[in-house]
């Protein structure tokens, strides 16, 4: 067991770190018991006060016990338990709060529109924190129970673009590709006219949906009355815009987005068109300079005003692919409205990317495109050939729409257990390898036998235990329940080791093929490797026969091809600058060039296909 404590690292703008920010964030959350509070009259559900958060700042301990080879013996298994232990006055613990807030990740439940952290203040996650705190859950194997309904009750973001920072400053590492990409998914992939939607005030789900879909947009008037006012179309609120940037991607404050916004006016993608305010009003300008392709220099500035509106310039309309939106929506929606979609001029071009600057982009297919099944041009036609079926697969298991429909299909065609069988023991994989804890620590009280983080392990090996063989006897055991159609001498050699485990220990061996809780209670971490290992091969044979057997049909059907779009509306890959890996951005070279990347909340995406499944079915009713 190792312990490990430094101080929180603050950046020139007097915030912690951004992974600090958010590792404290999820910790607390975890932590504490939210409840329903009551302030003047109002019920506030999954909320905490600043005495409940203070509480556990003051001295909260985050436990994370990881298992892997010993490195004397790489037949045996280890687990290393590192504990974290977080510290701070109550000044300090509500000046973290304010950070918190800044970087949108809690809210005033009373006041929306606040942004400062006050004494007796009521407060809740916003939808930009339970992605975070879903990520962290998952990444850290937390068990977080207590956290179901809030997931479940509350609007979570989808889709959350992270931009990567330096290491030394935690300051975001700019470049064209990046602010190209930070611009596309705030433009959205059509003019988000969000007040045409007549969605109901009170439906807080349906407006956060819609506005996630881009900076909502509207006509501007400026000018005098009548044939001397000059409209504007595609303009917004500068307010609105920071406010966009804090909620929908990983800056943590409005001087950053103030910041970022600044370089969308370097770059030509957004203009000034009004700011009425009187010339004594107080203004904060954030003004930018960088190196423009030619080798000159240029400025943005930016208006952080109430009266300031910008507008998205026809160089910004050409970055955020307004117009191939709009062709592609007409073709896969003949009925959709057009109203706000620009034309396409034949003079307009995409700028030109020289060798260098696309060696440094790396760029993926959508999803949506690659899934295809009717190819319409020869190019297309080739590239689907060598699209292999395991790509495919892999595409449909990793996006949770994909996937829920693919299980419908397996069920209605009796196959319905290897899709169930690849997924537990996936999970199964996950949580063997890492589990973690967060709570406050018990000061003034007597040291336990085992910490906190041991006791976490002991309880979780015991529930890998149960996990591991519920899969057995389900889905391997002879005349299981769900008993899958594989290879005679892999089920032959996983029975054969169960014996012999059983029998070295003195036991009898399996009954009629299954095994009994009890037999497996006494399974040590190394032969429970063994026998994932054992679960991996099998996993690997149920993958091949879903490739090859099931998903040629699948994406065949038709609702298959009616979902289509709307899965391309999700697309992780949307984003040009991504590198090869989401989870991890690559490193800086010599020069810094930026990576950006997109990660997708699974309990929100869910929650989107039930609710179009509902919708679907409310259609159907009233037909």
Not at 184 to 190: E, K, L, S
Not at 434 to 456: D, E, L, N, V, Y
Not at 517 to 536: C, D, G, P, V, W
């Amino acid at each position: 067991m190792s312990g490990s404590s430094h101080m929180m690292k603050v950046t020139k703008r007097g915030r912690p770190f951004l992974k600090d920010t958010l590792d404290l964030f999820a910790t607390l959350i975890v932590s504490l018991k939210l409840q329903t509070t009551k302030q003047f009259f109002r019920s506030f559900t999954h909320s905490f006060q600043l005495d409940h958060a203070a509480a556990n700042l003051g001295s909260l301990k985050f436990s994370q016990s990881s298992r892997g080879p010993d490195p004397r013996d790489p037949t045996r298994i280890i687990t290393t338990t590192t504990t974290t232990t977080f510290t701070m006055t109550r000044d300090m613990a509500k000046a973290m709060c304010q950070h918190f807030m800044d970087a949108r990740l809690i809210q005033n439940a009373a006041d929306l529109q606040s942004n400062l952290f006050k004494e007796r203040g009521v407060y809740t996650l916003t939808p930009k924190g339970l992605h975070v705190l879903e990520r962290f859950i998952t990444k850290n194997g937390i068990n977080a129970d207590h956290l179901v309904e809030v997931f479940a009750s509350e609007p979570i973001c989808m889709k959350l673009l992270h931009l990567e920072r330096r290491s030394a400053d935690d300051e975001i590492i700019v470049s064209q590709q990046v602010i190209s990409a930070l611009f596309r998914r705030f433009a959205g992939r059509t003019p988000n006219y969000m007040h045409e939607a007549n969605i109901p005030q009170n439906d807080v789900n349906a407006q956060y949906h819609e506005r996630s879909k881009g900076i909502p947009l509207a006509d501007f008037e400026d000018g005098g009355r009548g044939s001397s006012s000059t409209k504007h179309k595609y303009t917004f609120q500068a307010v609105s815009a920071l406010e966009w940037l804090c909620d929908f991607t990983s800056i943590v404050g409005r001087d950053e987005a103030a910041e970022m916004a600044a370089h969308f006016v370097r770059f030509g993608f957004i203009q000034l068109v009004s700011d009425k305010r009187k010339t004594t009003d107080a203004a904060v300008i954030f003004t930018v300079r960088g190196n423009a392709p030619n080798g000159t220099q240029n400025t943005g500035e930016f208006r952080c005003t109430g009266k300031a509106v910008y507008q998205i310039t026809d160089s910004g309309r050409r970055i955020a692919r307004w117009a191939e939106n709009a062709q592609r929506i007409n073709r896969d929606s003949p009925n959709a409205s057009s109203t706000h979609l620009p034309e396409r001029n034949s003079s307009e071009h995409t700028p030109s990317v020289t060798s260098e600057e696309a060696a440094k982009v790396h760029r993926r297919a959508s999803i949506a495109h690659r899934l295809r099944t009717e190819p319409a041009t020869a190019e297309q036609k080739e590239a689907a050939l060598k699209e292999s079926n395991t790509d495919r697969l892999n595409y449909i298991l990793d996006e949770p729409a994909l996937r829920s429909l693919f299980r419908e299909f397996l069920r209605g065609n009796f196959s319905e257990e290897n899709l169930s069988f690849w997924l537990e023991v996936s999970d199964l994989k996950r949580k063997f390898q890492i589990t973690s804890s967060a709570a406050p620590s018990t000061r003034g009280q007597p040291a336990a036998k085992s910490s906190a983080g041991q006791q976490a392990m002991e309880k979780h090996h015991e529930a890998l235990i149960q996990m591991a063989f519920v899969i057995y006897n389900t889905y391997l055991a002879p005349h299981s329940q769900c008993e899958l159609n594989i290879d005679h001498s892999l089920r032959s050699e996983l029975i054969n080791y169960l014996n012999e485990v059983m029998q070295d220990r003195g036991g009898k061996g399996l009954y009629q093929g299954r095994m009994e809780l009890e037999q497996a209670s006494s399974f040590t971490a190394t032969q429970l490797q063994t026998m994932i290992r054992l679960y991996e091969r099998i996993q690997s044979h149920v993958f091949r026969l879903m490739a090859t057997d099931s998903v040629p049909k699948f994406i065949k059907t038709a609702r298959f091809i009616a979902l289509r779009t709307w899965v391309e509306e999700y697309d992780t890959t949307e984003d040009p600058t991504a590198g090869p890996s989401n989870n991890h951005p690559p490193g800086l070279g010599d020069e810094e060039v930026g990576r950006t990347y997109i990660t997708i909340s699974q309990a929100a995406n869910e929650k989107a296909m039930q609710n179009r499944a509902n919708s679907k079915g409310e259609l159907a009713v009233d037909a």
